[in-house]
Each structure stands twice: as structure tokens, then as C-alpha cells.
């Protein structure tokens, strides 16, 4: 993995700006102009009681849902629509809040697919499997070796991933996405459903990915513990509005934010 | 110990990335490579050659073929036997109109006029999936064959609609005996099998493997839908456009429509789903079991010493691939190659079993 900073985008610039942007689904209005950025190299979480508008924002950041009105810079380029594989292709990767996997492959080709794009043997290369091609896939192989001792997944690399436990999955699923070499990932509630321990593990790999490799994390997440711990900044949603914005310990102490998550109970 | 992992010690990963990984495996292929070209020829006579190898060598081709769009890519066909005509007729006419082709060539194009024509029915996979799909390949199978029926140019205007090939020669060689045939189609299934093996382990077969699981996420991690089904449906219709052409060349001789209908794509899909959905060689176990259990049901009367008349045979036939097919759906859809795994699995622990 290499330390993956933007291309032309310096350390603590805005590498990612959402502007004003508005997405409905016939009568619910899930985003209403929303406005936020994330800068280059911090871990900006986005929180907000549920059915807040959070896993649509994701959507709208990489492409699958494509929102009414507002806008979208990304290292740049601004845009109101594009596919979620351009969107790979622009560098952005993630996670989803229940977990989407290849249930029938093993976690190394799971992680493996992850790096797709940045493979290009042809098709007469990959039958012949031979020189060029053999050397692209141990070469990509070995990357993705890497990636599986960092996560501490190297006992299930042969083991189809519909097999694992809930906890295991949620790590190879991040193990692909880290095989992308992404400048942006996203993470839709990476410990939903963990225990303690296997929080504890997954916070670690957030904190030494955004650390050691420089990748930019924008992280969905419901235990506030976590939240406080890990971001830099945190953007507040509530029934599809942006209440807050700012330092974990700002938010923390806004009354509007402390009224949203009281009215529904946490 | 007969299969044993363990003191193998994999120095590298391009070894790890060989096909046959475990030695015993690769000895496995040594020697169902020696019994093929070698050990086959000793023993088989005519019957033999004509009725088990020859055919279960061409059908695993199309066994393969499917798999890769079906068991891989998880886009059901129901258009295998459309798609065999296809590569039949444009073998057919390859043949015909261009006099002296060289056999390996005529064979290969028709793959490639299989896959252009697989390409455009795989167009609607772009925009249904599951059962739309399958009636839509269903609608290109009844196509197909309609148009090989109706259109008289494709078989040269033969009053009978039945149309019969030539001697084939290859590098001067007639390959005109049964032995010559199966050695010719046997080069053909190694080369092809091993090419497929090849796809589906790189690159390739992780996309439509991701495809089949979970589109969305194939495309957050930047597959095209678009490509990656394509490319299943096209490498899929060329290897059936090519078991097609073998079929009609080398098993049949002279064909009607009629070689390649329904009943060809139904056969071909329970190859795949007995044999192992997703697996390489569980499209040759399908396509041995579906070839040899009706031969098997015929002598059986004669070895029993009970008389059944054929219309009997022929049912029990039925019911027997219709329980292997429900059993195989419910309990192992990974079928034989499934099985065969796990059997390999406990030999290698074997005698400890753990
Ligand atoms: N595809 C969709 N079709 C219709 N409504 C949708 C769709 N996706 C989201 N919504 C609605 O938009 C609103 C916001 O949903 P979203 O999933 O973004 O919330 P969330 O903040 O991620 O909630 P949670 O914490 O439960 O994951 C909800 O009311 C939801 O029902
Ligand atoms: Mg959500």
C-alpha cells in the first residue's frame, strides 16, 4: 500500500466538498441541502440518529444514488452525477452498513478483486497465464498478502467469506476496499454489530490506515465512544438536514445535537 | 496419507498460484492426461469412442461454456443449444464456401460467430437478471433454431433442411476414424480447459464471480457491469459455438435443426448444476454422468437379466436425473466437484481426522 494523498491536493485541503445537495425517494426526503467537506487526511465522522440521511449520503458521494440539485467536488472535479465504478476509478472506496461481500469466493479473492483496476493484462495475457500475466498476478498478490497481515486475516484467506463469522466479514470487506489504494474511503458503520474486542480491533485498522497510509476516512458510526475517539471532525445529520459541524468535543456540547439524539432515544 | 499438503512448502506465491497447487494434484492431471491420450487408445474400440468419449469430450466444452456464464457469472441460459447451432452452421458454411480452410480455423471462427451472435443476446442481461433472463435466452433458443429451419442459405438450400459435411483433413491428416476424431477433440478439450482454468482464476473469473455475488459491490470496486457480463456471455458462446461445430462435425456428420433444440440446452444445464455450478471440473464429471447414466440404465435390463422395454428405460432416466438434479439443488449445488473436494479434503487429514 502506498501513502495514497490526493494527487494535487496538499495535506489539510478540502479533497472532497458536498454542496447544498438534496436526494428524495417519491415522498421521503432522506438529504435536504446538505453542505460539508472533508479535507485531505483527516477522519470525518458522520453521525446522526437512524434513518438520518447518513448511508444516502455515501450513496450520493459514489454514485449510486444521483441527488435532485446540489453538487459534488472530489480532488477538483465537480459533478452532479456519476457511476459508482467512476467513482472507483476517481479513487473512492467503501464499505456498507451490512456487509457486500462475494459470498462464494475465498477472502484472498475477495481482497483480490479489489485490485481490478489497477490490473491490465488483457484476456489473451490471462489465458496464457504466463510471464507478464503470472508476474502481474503474483506481483498484486503479494500487495494483497500485506494487506491481509495488516487486518490479521491470514488463517481465513482460503475460507469462502460466506462461511465467517459476521466479524471476520466486516474485516475482509475492508481489506478489499484498502486493496483499492483508495485517496477516500468510505466506512458505512464498520463495527455495527461487533463485540468489545472486535471493536477494538477495528478501530485500530482505522486509526493505523488513516495514520500509516495517509488515506482519508469519512466513517458512518453509532457508538459515540468511537466516534469521539477516532475523528478529527464530525458532521451531525438529523431526518436528512445537517444540524452540526465541527470538533467531536463542539458537537458534543450542541444543544441541537444533544435534542436529536435524546428525541429518539439514545 | 495418500494426499497430503503438509511438507509441501509453497516458496512463492506464483507457486501457490499454479493450477494444481498440491503435487498429488498435479499428478492427478499426469495421469487422467496419460489415460486420455495413451492409455484410451489402447483399450477403446468404435462403440466406445463414438458413444461415451467423443460425445462427453464435445459436451463438456459446452459444459464449460455455461459454466463460465452461468455457474461463474450467475446468468442463467436457457440458449446452449441455440448457441451450438449457431457454431454448427457457421462451421457448416465455413466449410463450404471457403474450400481448404484449415480445420483448426473453421472451428475457431465459428466459436467467434458464436460469440458475436452470444454478445447480442447477452445485450438484455445489462437490464434483467434471474428469470427475465432465462426467458429471454429462451426466446433467442427458439429463435435460432427457427431461423436455422427457415432460412435456406444457411443450409445451402438442402431440400431436406439437413445438411452433412465433408471429410475434414487437418495438416494432411484425414481425421476420419473414431480414434483420430477423439484425439482431435481430446487436444481441443485440453487446450480449452486449460484456458478457461486460466480465465477463471485471474482477473477475469474474479469479475464475473463478483458479478454473480453481489453486483453492487463488484461495481464500487470499478467492474463494469457491462464488461464483465459481455465478456462472460462472449468467452461463454465460444466455447459453445466450438462444442457445436465438434458436435455437428465429428459426432453427427449430417444434422438437422432439430441436433440442437431445447432438449440440447436442458442437457447441457444439468451438466453444469450435477457436475458442479462454478467449477471447471465438474463440467466434465456432468457431462461423464449425463452421458453414461442412460448408457448405463440401457445394458443394466441385459446384466439383470430382467426385461424393460426402452419407453421404461428411457423413464427411469427421467426420474433419475430429475432426483439428482433436485438433490444437487438442495443439497449441494456445488455438485460433484463439490463432493470430490470434500473427499480429497478427508484424505488428506486421513487417518487422523482432524
Ligand atoms: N432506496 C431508497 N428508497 C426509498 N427510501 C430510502 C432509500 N434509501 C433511503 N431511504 C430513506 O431515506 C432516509 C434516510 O435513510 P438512510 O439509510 O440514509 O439513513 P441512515 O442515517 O443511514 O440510517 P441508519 O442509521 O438506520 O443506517 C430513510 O427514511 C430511508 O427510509
Ligand atoms: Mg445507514
Known amino acids: 500500500m502506498r501513502a495514497s494523498a490526493g494527487q494535487g491536493v496538499a495535506a489539510g485541503d478540502i479533497v472532497l466538498s458536498v454542496e447544498d445537495v438534496s436526494l428524495g425517494f417519491g415522498g421521503v426526503q432522506a438529504l435536504t441541502g446538505v453542505s460539508f467537506d472533508i479535507r485531505n487526511g483527516e477522519i470525518r465522522a458522520i453521525i446522526g440518529p437512524n434513518g438520518a440521511g447518513k448511508t444516502s449520503m455515501l450513496n450520493v458521494i459514489n454514485g449510486f444514488y444521483h441527488p435532485q440539485s446540489g453538487r459534488i467536488t472530489f480532488k477538483g472535479k465537480t459533478r452532479s452525477k456519476m457511476r459508482p465504478y467512476e467513482a472507483a476509478r476517481g479513487g473512492i472506496a467503501r464499505t456498507f452498513q451490512n456487509v457486500a461481500l462475494f459470498k462464494g469466493m475465498t477472502a484472498l479473492d475477495n481482497i483480490m478483486a479489489g485490485r481490478t483496476l489497477k490490473m491490465h493484462r488483457g484476456v489473451l495475457w490471462q489465458i496464457l497465464r504466463v510471464g507478464p500475466a503470472l508476474a502481474e498476478e503474483v506481483e498484486h498478490r503479494l500487495k494483497v498478502e500485506e494487506i491481509i497481515d495488516f487486518l490479521e486475516i491470514a488463517h481465513i484467506r482460503k475460507i469462502p467469506v460466506g462461511r465467517l463469522p459476521y466479524g471476520l466479514q466486516k474485516r475482509v470487506e475492508l481489506g478489499r476496499a484498502l486493496a483499492m489504494e483508495p485517496n477516500l474511503l468510505l466506512l458505512d458503520e464498520p463495527m455495527a454489530g461487533m463485540n468489545l474486542e472486535e471493536k477494538e480491533d477495528m478501530s485500530r485498522f482505522i486509526i493505523d490506515v488513516n495514520n500509516h497510509f495517509g488515506t482519508t476516512i469519512a466513517l458512518i458510526e453509532h457508538d459515540m465512544g468511537v466516534v469521539m475517539d477516532l475523528s478529527d471532525r464530525v458532521v451531525v445529520l438529523d431526518y436528512g438536514r445537517k444540524i452540526a459541524d465541527g470538533t467531536p468535543d463542539d458537537v458534543k456540547r450542541d444543544q441541537k445535537v444533544i435534542d436529536a439524539y435524546l428525541g429518539v432515544g439514545h | ?354
Open chain 2, 1 to 354: 496419507m495418500l494426499y497430503r499438503e503438509a511438507g509441501q512448502f509453497k516458496t512463492s506465491y506464483s507457486a501457490d498460484q499454479a493450477i494444481f497447487s498440491i503435487a498429488q494434484d498435479r499428478w492427478f492431471v499426469m495421469i487422467v492426461l496419460l489415460l486420455g491420450f495413451v492409455g484410451v487408445p489402447l483399450v477403446a474400440n468404435q462403440y466406445l469412442y463414438t458413444e461415451v468419449f467423443i460425445p462427453v469430450l464435445i459436451l463438456s466444452i459446452a459444459a464449460i461454456g455455461l459454466n463460465i456464464l452461468t455457474g461463474y457469472c450467475g446468468q442463467v441460459s436457457l440458449g446452449t443449444g441455440g448457441f451450438m447451432a449457431v457454431g454448427a452452421y457457421a462451421a457448416y458454411n465455413l466449410a463450404l464456401r471457403i474450400p481448404d480452410m484449415n480445420f483448426i480455423l473453421v472451428f475457431a471462427l465459428s466459436g467467434v460467430v458464436a460469440m458475436l451472435v452470444g454478445v447480442l443476446f447477452g445485450l438484455p442481461s445489462l437490464r434483467i437478471k434471474g428469470f427475465y433472463l432465462a426467458v429471454a435466452t429462451l426466446a433467442a433458443q427458439f429463435f435460432l433454431e427457427w431461423a436455422f429451419a427457415r432460412v435456406k442459405w444457411f443450409t445451402n438450400y438442402a431440400p431436406s433442411g439437413s445438411v452433412a459435411v465433408g471429410k475434414i483433413e487437418l495438416f494432411g491428416f484425414a481425421i476420419d476414424t473414431p480414434d483420430r476424431k477423439y484425439l482431435f477433440v481430446l487436444a481441443l478439450v485440453v487446450v480449452m480447459a486449460l484456458a478457461a482454468k486460466n480465465m477463471v482464476r485471474g482477473r477475469l473469473g474474479r469479475s464475473w464471480m463478483a458479478m454473480r455475488d453481489m453486483d453492487i459491490a463488484a461495481e464500487i470496486i470499478g467492474i463494469r457491469p457491462l464488461n464483465a457480463k459481455l465478456s462472460a456471455f462472449a468467452v461463454s458462446s465460444f466455447y459453445i459455438g466450438v462444442a457445436g461445430a465438434l458436435w455437428g462435425f465429428l459426432r453427427l456428420g449430417s444434422w438437422e435443426p432439430l441436433a440442437f433444440d431445447i432438449n440440447r440446452s436442458f442437457q447441457v444445464l444439468f451438466m453444469i448444476i450435477i457436475g458442479g455450478l462454478g467449477s471447471i471440473l465438474g463440467s466434465f464429471l456432468g457431462a461423464a454422468f449425463i452421458i453414461l447414466v442412460p448408457i448405463f440404465l440401457n445394458q443394466l435390463p441385459h446384466l439383470l437379466g430382467i426385461p424393460l422395454s426402452t419407453a421404461a428405460v428411457s423413464h427411469i432416466e427421467f426420474m433419475v436425473f430429475g432426483a439428482m438434479i433436485v438433490f444437487f439443488l438442495i443439497v449441494e449445488p456445488n455438485g460433484f466437484a463439490r463432493l470430490w473436494a470434500i473427499a480429497k479434503e478427508k484424505l488428506r487429514l486421513w487417518p487422523f481426522p482432524y
